[in-house]
């Protein structure tokens, strides 16, 4: 072989083996995310993670000591590494807030619901009483900084005369709780029996965001509020 060419060979090495390196992480967190919403967290083991991201279960610890970090890894890569993002969106939203409202929900589909990571919630209500540890960490990385931004969302309705006066404690869950439900439908019942509940989810948000906004009584004057 020319020097030279073995030369640009020997240099290309170097550079294919950093940009495989630097690609790991992200390739065993998709792993992970995989197999954690297949299995769940209990029954996914490291070397299954490794050996599916094509690399051995000792270079799986080097980036991820122990499997609890790799789970926290994949929440904190798919969902609440999202907090910062969405919360500056609530910041610059032009709009009333009936149509902020709207957009939450349509936002939480496209971006979580409709992904791999929604299976992460349904994980979580089954396996939580088993893992404290990992039920506490998603709880506050999570759930408390989502019921926060809902909140948010709620108080701007009622500070700028959009909304009534909520019970602010309660009222987050009138939009959290049809996410929920269609989250357990799409990962528990619908695989089993689709006929039973094969739900559009995009018309069902609509139904749920709408009677959320606008209520089920009927107005005397027969106009929706």
């Known amino acids: ?17 950093e940009r495989r390196k630097e690609a790991r992480p992200g390739e065993l967190l998709d792993a992970a995310l995989d197999l954690f919403v297949e299995k769940g967290f209990a ?7 490794a ?3 094509g690399v051995s279960k000792g270079t799986l ?8 970090e ?11 590494g999202r907090f910062k ?14 149509d902020m409202v709207r957009y939450c929900m349509k936002v939480w589909w496209d971006r979580i619901g409709n992904t791999r990571a929604s299976g992460i ?30 909140r948010r969302i709620l108080q701007r309705g009622v500070d700028r005369g959009e909304f009534r006066e909520l019970d602010m404690d309660y009222a987050v869950f009138s939009i959290i ?38 209520g089920i009584c009927a107005r005397p004057d027969g106009k929706r509020p």
């Not at 996914?44 to 993670?49: D, G, H, K, L, N």
């Not at 610890?61 to 609890?68: A, G, H, I, Q, V």
């Not at 500056?88 to 009936?98: I, K, L, P, R, W």
Request: proline content about 7%.
């Open 43 to 49: 029954a996914t083991r490291a070397e299954e993670v």
């Open 121 to 150: 919630t349904k994980l979580m209500f089954s396996e939580a009483r088993n893992f404290p540890d990992i039920t506490a960490f998603y709880h506050q990385e999570v759930i408390v900084p989502a019921n926060m931004l809902i």
């Open 1 to 17: 072989m020319p020097l030279d060419k073995f030369i640009a060979r020997t240099d290309e090495a170097p550079a294919k083996r």
């Open 177 to 214: 709780a049809p996410m929920i439900f269609l989250i357990m439908t799409k990962h528990s019942l619908a695989p089993c029996v689709p006929r039973e509940y094969a739900l559009d989810p995009e018309r069902y948000l609509h139904s749920q965001v709408e009677t959320v906004l606008n």
């Open 85 to 98: 993002e969405w919360n500056e969106e609530f910041e610059t939203f032009e709009g009333n807030t009936a």
């Open 51 to 53: 050996a599916r991201a």
């Open 61 to 68: 610890f080097l980036y991820f000591p122990s499997k609890e």
């Open 70 to 80: 790799l789970f926290k890894a994949v929440v904190r890569e798919n969902i609440s």
